[in-house]
């Protein structure tokens, strides 16, 4: 039985994800798209979901609360992606992160799940700067994170050898625009 939502939107539940998602995960991880744009993960079959699973995301829900959670659409249940936020050593804050099937890409999911997960982000963990990064030629995505108010900030390294993304940031409530950290490393 799934766990409950954490979020519900309009037409989207998000909740935490868990070992039975490891088919689903398999699938959007090695979409061409996933790969290109986000990287990837080492995840090929479901012991590699598994893995996946434990040390990235449930690690998060453990450490801070929050992490990548499974959305599916309300009407039919349809598992269409993950969104959440992420902390990771190598970015000064809290990254807002969200993948979908690109069968679903451009009917606004990406917006309605990032959004929730921002404004739940302020809410219930008091993050007043989130931040995202993103590849500099994923133009969907510079689109989704400018729609929710993000603004770019500079250009950041990630990973060796690899390109430099786009880093954006998004401010709220009475600090918007003090740019500080709010959980550190």
Known sequence: MATPPELETA????????FDDAPFLVGLLNQPSF?????DRGVR????????LRE??????????FGLWHVSRRSDGASIGMCGLLRRDILPDVDVGYALL???WGQGYAFEAADAVL????????LARVIAVVSAGNTGSIRVLEKLGM????MVSMRVNEPD???YVRTSGPNAGAGRSIISS
């Open 56 to 65: 990235g995301p449930m690690a998060m829900y453990e450490k801070f609360g």
């Open 45 to 52: 079959n479901i012991g590699d979901a598994h893995r996946y």
């Open 11 to 18: 037409r989207l539940a998000l909740r935490r994800l868990e």
């Open 165 to 167: 993304v786009r880093l």
């Open 102 to 104: 690109p069968e679903y």
């Open 35 to 39: 790969l290109a744009n986000i990287g």
């Open 151 to 154: 603004k770019f900030e500079r």
């Open 119 to 126: 404004k739940h982000a302020e809410k219930k963990f008091g």
